[in-house]
């Protein structure tokens, strides 16, 4: 039985997780849906496709979206997905549900997982040690995903962490707020401090193609539309970036210690 994950990451937990269910399931080969093309799983045969991604702002990330909208999928593949979070409910796969709909099917599994949060307008990242206990959580967790993945066993778990009221009225709110605001225009903010070392590191991972270098010194074009993967701020190796009007100058960094950058730039590269 062969199975196809679909990963998008912009700071590894996403493709920590896709590289963990692909150890455990058999036959299993993991893909980035940045480079996806319609040709790529119209030619092959698979009978089990997942889809693995962040919780951006309670809602789907801008790739996901447009990823799910193009990607071919027969009618009689069984469908999982996996979401990585830092905790708070959300709707994320009821949309995927409704743009598969289009397509005449569902998910057959879908599932939660845990993992540190680094989005550091709102939290402060975890400590090493910290991060280190929630990722081995997160490992047994996906181990047990993986039982479901390979007995192709239909899964509608509820939320622990599932409130009516955040769920249904709050976090949908919030997230309309988010997109209509373009996360409240965070992508003008991205700037650098005297501890840039003009690498360029951040130009090569950003998944967007928003920055570039200038006399070595990263520029975030406001033509192009951010990701708001926060790639660049938790990769640079001397914590250099910094947001305007917040405090991410005095907070830490994360992003998943089994993830390289290199893994992350190859998301945007096909053979």
Request: hydrophobic share 35%.
């Amino acid at each position: 039985m062969s199975t196809h994950i679909y990963y998008y990451s912009g700071t590894g937990n996403s493709l920590f997780a896709a590289r963990k269910l692909a150890e455990e399931v058999s036959d299993c080969s993991v893909f980035p849906m940045l480079t996806y093309k319609r040709a790529d799983s119209m030619e092959t045969e698979v009978q089990v496709i997942g889809f693995v991604f962040p919780v951006y702002a309670f809602s789907l990330p801008k790739p996901v979206e447009a990823f799910l909208k193009e990607v071919y999928l027969p009618k009689d593949v069984f469908l999982f997905a996996v979401a990585t979070r830092g905790g708070s409910s959300c709707q994320v796969f009821e949309e995927i549900d409704r743009i598969l709909e289009k397509k005449g099917i569902k998910l057959n599994a879908r599932f939660f997982l845990d993992m540190p949060n680094n989005y550091l307008t709102m939290f402060t990242p975890p400590a090493e040690v910290e991060a280190n206990k929630i990722l081995d959580v997160a490992e047994t967790r996906l181990r047990d995903i993986s039982k479901f993945i390979s007995r192709r066993e239909d899964s509608k778990e509820k939320d622990p962490h599932e409130s009516y009221f955040e769920k249904n009225i709050l976090f949908p709110i919030l997230s309309r707020v988010y997109k209509k605001t373009n996360y409240f225009g965070m992508e003008k903010k991205f700037c650098t401090d005297s501890k840039c070392t003009g690498c360029s590191l951040c130009s090569k991972l950003c998944l967007s193609g928003k920055i570039h270098m200038e006399e070595g010194i990263p520029v975030w074009n406001q033509q192009i539309n951010c990701y708001h993967c926060l790639s660049c701020i938790h990769y640079c190796p001397a914590q250099a970036i910094q947001l305007k009007d917040t405090k991410t100058n005095k907070i830490g960094r994360y992003h998943n210690p089994y993830i390289t950058f290199e893994d992350i730039i190859l998301q945007k590269l096909r053979d």
